[in-house]
């Protein structure tokens, strides 16, 4: 079974960008075992708006997404 480092002083929020509320509810339970806060969001054309107004620092996103994919989601973060 895989190991995972976390380093909580570092990396305590993180922005989980999918249309899939499984893959949601799944990466905040494993992420919060190791004390990570995880927020979920399913409509990728709201992610950019609370990356800034909540200043989130890492953000995990899903690529192939309906609306706004993951690619021009990351282009338009990138030029933030």
Known sequence: EPSMTIYPDSITRVLHVDDDPAMTRLSAHVLREH??????????????GRIVEENFRIAIVDLQMPLLDGFELLRRIKAA
Do not use: F, P
Request: charged letters at 20%; aromatic letters at 0%; a negative charge.
């Open 35 to 48: 004390g990570i806060e995880v927020t979920g969001l399913h409509d990728s054309t709201k992610a950019l």
